[in-house]
């Protein structure tokens, strides 16, 4: 069983249109990071949430923690090509950072 | 991008042997971690260091071993290796634990194949 399920499991949109992805718990976290995956490669860090209700800004990108701290989503405005990845978000507390399977996000062109 | 260097990138052996993963830091971050990625799954954290010779296990750790004799090395030993074993393999490193609140920068991974 998946501490943090993520949804939806694979997602296809056209250039220019908006996309969310959602991660949700049972369990709260201290803070929740949303990585991307491209293929071949390791995860890279987009960004922390620590607060619950925080709402940060990464250019076309929009990631929101839960006011209970358990869930958070990832929206993308206007998604590129350059968007394509496979994005895992991961739940951190003081004994383990937990990740979830992950969304395949394909835009094309 | 993060110093880490994961060694090999890609490798094939056959069940029964013994397989050895090393990844390599130049960032001096004091936590090393190992985790193995399969479909469905998601990253799951097998062992992790928090410093040399200070080792503990994660979640997925039967079968695998680890060892740290210098702060930039940490190696993943795989005793004999099991077909449950295929994955693709990442090392992350972190500046400190920090409740594993901190953010970890990753390997590129090394795909191993147990026929």
């Known amino acids: 069983t998946q501490l943090l399920e993520q949804s939806p499991q694979f997602l296809s949109i056209q250039e220019g249109e908006n996309l969310t992805v959602y991660c949700n718990s049972s369990?709260?976290?201290?803070?929740l990071q949303w990585y991307r995956q491209e293929p071949g490669e390791g995860p890279v860090l987009l960004v922390t949430?620590?607060?619950?209700?925080e709402v940060k800004k990464l250019k076309r990108l929009t990631f929101q923690f839960g006011d209970a701290r358990k869930d958070s989503s990832l929206h993308i405005t206007a998604a590129q090509p350059g968007d394509t990845g496979l994005y895992l978000c991961?739940?951190?507390?003081?004994?383990?950072?937990?990740f979830g399977a992950g969304t395949t996000v394909t835009v094309r062109a | 991008d993060a110093g880490i260097t994961q060694s090999p990138r890609h490798k094939v052996t056959e069940t029964g042997t013994p397989v050895t993963l090393r990844c390599h830091q130049t960032?001096?971050?004091?936590?090393m971690y190992w985790y193995r990625q399969d479909p469905g799954h998601g990253l799951r954290l097998i062992h992790y260091?928090?410093?040399?010779?200070?080792?503990d296990k994660g979640e997925v750790s039967d079968g695998y071993s680890v060892s740290r004799s210098k702060t930039e090395d940490f190696l993943l030993t795989l005793e004999s290796a099991t077909s449950s074993q295929t994955s693709v393999y990442f090392c992350?490193?972190?500046?400190?634990?920090?409740?594993?609140?901190?953010?970890?920068?990753f390997g590129d991974g090394t795909r191993l194949s147990i026929l």
């Open positions: 260091s928090y410093g040399v010779k200070d080792t």
């Open positions: 949430v620590v607060t619950g209700g």
């Open positions: 369990s709260v976290f201290s803070s």
């Open positions: 960032e001096n971050h004091r936590y």
């Open positions: 991961a739940g951190g507390d003081d004994y383990k950072l937990s």
């Open positions: 992350a490193i972190s500046e400190s634990r920090g409740g594993f609140n901190q953010p970890q920068h």
